[in-house]
């Protein structure tokens, strides 16, 4: 099985692991999008967050052509934008490029049910063991008695922030996994508190302005 990045991983999760039905609307698919590439570009040291603004470390790309061209914005941006700023900016498109990748890597498909107005789109996996693995992540992560991984508690804590969070259920409420995320960010590097809180503001931005499309 191929190794998945941050952004693979919640697209499987926002994604139901049989089906391919997403499970949130499409703004909170694309934050969480948006949020889950910053993050692979931190976690890789590409990027670093400095008072609240992304800064590149490097020139060099991961061979993932959705990181590699958010990463390549980011580096042909001359002034430092903030998390804030490039999380909105990045959560319109990111969605269906991580869709059109995974789909050229064989690994989901596409499917269109037409409704009245509009197309919704399905991706049903074709390995199951790749679609359930962002879920069993996080629920090891969370509810697991070794240390987790930087990569298992970014992936639960985007999760959480963008709505998705019944992935502990039975095992743990939603006020469980509350105190859990709340903890564990306050555990977090500097770098990597920052990013999280920057995709935190722009969701509580998208409800505060009714922008749930």
């Known amino acids: 099985m191929r ?3 941050l952004v693979d991983s919640l697209f499987f999760l926002a994604h139901d692991e049989f089906t391919g039905k997403p499970a949130l609307r499409r703004t909170g698919l694309g934050i969480g999008m948006a949020g889950s ?3 692979d570009l931190l976690l890789a040291e590409r990027i670093t967050v400095e008072r609240k603004r992304i800064r590149p470390l490097s020139r060099r790309g991961l061979a993932h052509p959705p990181l590699d061209g958010v990463f390549s914005e980011i580096l ?3 002034e430092r934008h903030t ?3 490039w999380v909105t900016h ?3 498109d990111l969605g269906e490029t991580v869709a059109d990748n995974l789909l ?3 690994v989901i498909d596409r499917e269109t049910d037409r409704m009245p107005m509009r197309k919704n789109h399905r991706y049903p996996p074709r390995d199951l063991l790749m679609s359930t693995a962002a879920r069993s992540k996080v629920r090891a992560a969370v509810l697991g008695t070794e240390q987790p991984d930087p990569h298992s508690v970014c992936l639960a804590l985007l999760a959480w922030t963008i709505g998705l969070d019944d992935f502990c259920e039975p095992e743990l409420d939603r006020a469980g996994l509350r105190a859990w995320t709340e903890s564990t960010h306050r555990e977090l590097p500097k770098a990597l508190a920052e990013l999280i809180s920057g995709v935190d503001a722009v969701c509580a931005a998208v409800v505060y302005t009714g922008d749930r499309r």
């Open 3 to 5: 190794r998945l990045t």
């Open 37 to 39: 590439a910053l993050c």
């Open 76 to 78: 042909r941006e001359r």
């Open 83 to 85: 998390v804030r700023e």
């Open 90 to 92: 990045l959560r319109h």
């Open 104 to 106: 050229a890597a064989g």
